[in-house]
């Protein structure tokens, strides 16, 4: 199993600029979630989805779109990028996320993205 | 509002102490989490703790849960080099969202 995969995994854009982080999972995970990680701020949750078709918001959903259409794959667009968006985004997967399970996550190598 | 807090932020200490890192959380919640991370790199998983006493030990680390008191501890014992990295717990709000902490940075020094 690859695992979770993430890409690409450095980016740069300008202001205004739009794009999307790709992330994939083969370990038939009905939950997934993105997250932003920022100096001495721990991680942050962008959105989640429990299954396809399914997504919430998590803290920090502003500026960020998520879809679900296959269990696989879960991107993330950053509709009109803001250097407030530079940050190292991680994806993460689990089993189902249930109450009482001992499912964990299992996060993406990361995709460092940097806007000017 | 779920927030969790951990302490210290920074720790550096000598080969062979024991020390433990604290995570304190606010409001109720059914299960904690405890991740490392190598710099540079993602996070990988280190315990679940589902109850109030939980208790978990992989090698040099255990970890427990105090569900009454909100308050989870990550122990060290006999530090080595290797342990060197930064440790997040992550709580879960409610059913389906993890709040992490801001980590603890810990380096060993030999």
């Known amino acids: 199993n690859a695992g979770v995969t993430q890409t690409p995994k450095f980016q740069v854009l300008k202001t205004g600029q739009s794009m999307t982080l790709q992330c994939a999972q083969d370990?038939?995970?009905?939950?997934m979630s993105w997250y932003r990680q920022d100096p001495g701020m721990g991680l942050r949750l962008i959105h989640y989805?429990?299954?396809?078709?399914?997504?919430d918001q998590g803290e920090v959903p502003n500026g960020y779109n998520v879809s679900r259409s296959t269990t696989e794959d879960f991107p993330l667009r950053l509709l009109s990028a803001a250097p407030s968006q530079t940050s190292v985004y991680f994806c993460?997967?689990?089993?189902?996320?249930?109450?009482?399970?001992?499912?964990?996550?299992?996060f993406g190598p990361g995709t460092r993205l940097t806007v000017l | 509002e779920l927030k969790v807090e951990q302490n210290p932020l920074f720790l550096s200490m000598q080969e062979g102490k024991n020390y433990t890192i604290y995570c304190n959380y606010s409001?109720?919640?059914?299960?904690l989490y405890w991740y490392r991370q190598d710099p540079g790199k993602s996070l990988e998983s280190l315990f679940v703790?589902?109850?109030?006493?939980a208790v978990k030990q992989e090698g040099r680390l255990m970890a427990s849960l105090d569900t009454k008191a909100r308050l989870s501890t990550l122990h060290i014992t006999a530090a080595v080099h290797d342990l060197s990295a930064t440790y997040f717990c992550?709580?879960?709000?409610?059913?389906?969202?993890?709040?992490f902490g801001t980590g603890t940075r810990l380096k060993v020094l030999a």
């Open positions: 992550a709580v879960l709000s409610g059913t389906y969202k993890y709040i």
């Open positions: 993460a997967s689990s089993y189902s996320g249930v109450v009482g399970s001992t499912d964990t996550q299992y």
């Open positions: 703790l589902l109850s109030n006493g």
């Open positions: 989805s429990v299954g396809a078709g399914i997504t």
């Open positions: 409001t109720t919640s059914d299960r």
């Open positions: 370990m038939n995970h009905e939950y």
